[in-house]
């Protein structure tokens, strides 16, 4: 059975009500926990927990900061008919002519 629209239109303005009281409740929490902070500042009371900042210096960051050997050249040691190999090797590969010299 549907309901009446009267009926309906309560059952929201209810709903609409409490909705807002819970919003007005919970912006006045906020605001009462925000000016105990402000008034613990000022008083020079309680500590407040600050966030943990710049981590503490790794004493292997000083090894990781040293220039690094540089990386073989894996093309350096080939033959010229080796490299002409792997050139060839790579052209066909991506679906090019070999190379004769």
């Known amino acids: 059975m549907p309901r009446m629209k009267n ?15 819970l ?7 906020g605001h ?10 000022v008083a020079g009371g309680g500590v ?4 943990p900042g710049r981590p503490p210096k790794n004493p292997m960051a000083a090894a990781l900061d040293k220039p ?6 894996s093309w350096a040691g080939l033959s010229p008919a080796a ?10 590969g991506k679906g090019l ?3 004769d010299a």
């Open 7 to 21: 009926e309906t239109s309560v059952l929201l303005a209810d709903l609409h009500r409490r909705i807002d009281s």
């Open 23 to 29: 919003v007005a409740a919970a912006r006045k929490t």
């Open 32 to 41: 009462d926990e925000a000016l105990g902070h402000i008034r613990a500042l």
């Open 48 to 51: 407040v927990k600050r966030g």
């Open 68 to 73: 690094k050997k540089r990386r073989k050249n």
């Open 83 to 92: 490299r002409l190999a792997r050139i060839n090797a790579i052209r066909k």
């Open 97 to 99: 002519p070999p190379r």
